[in-house]
């Protein structure tokens, strides 16, 4: 069973930059999703980035929205490692951050690791 570690929360103010990271416990590139979910207090956890493989072995970026422009998804294939690099960061930019990995059918999820953003 893959396990995913995130790590990389905090508290930061408005306009401050985090980093998080997602280590996975196998080798990365046998997963056809790798990204980043959210979930704020009384809302629906949403997608804020990740790569998807496709057919012939295409593979493209998503971003949610509210973070385009701001927020970027890498990843370090000898680490087995998914960063998030989120810059600007803003007050509605509050909430659990959790990894997400597919293989398949079957989606695995870390834990999350909080973001607070306030003054």
């Known amino acids: 069973q893959v396990q995913l570690a995130e790590s990389g929360g905090g508290s930061v103010q408005p306009g401050g930059s985090l980093t998080l990271s997602c280590v996975v416990s196998?080798?990365?590139?046998?997963?056809?999703?790798m990204g980043w979910y959210r979930q704020a207090p009384g809302k629906q956890r949403e997608l804020v980035a990740d790569?998807?493989?496709?057919?012939?072995?295409?593979?493209?970026?998503e971003y949610g929205d509210s973070v385009k422009g701001r927020f970027t998804i890498s990843r370090d294939k000898d680490k087995k490692t998914v960063y998030l690099q989120m810059n600007a960061l803003k007050p509605d930019d509050t909430a659990v951050y959790y990894c997400?990995?597919?293989?398949?059918?079957?989606?695995?999820w870390g834990q999350g690791t909080q973001v607070t953003v306030s003054t």
């Open positions: 196998r080798n990365i590139l046998r997963f056809n999703t």
């Open positions: 997400l990995v597919r293989q398949g059918g079957i989606l695995t």
């Open positions: 790569y998807t493989t496709g057919g012939a072995n295409t593979e493209f970026e």
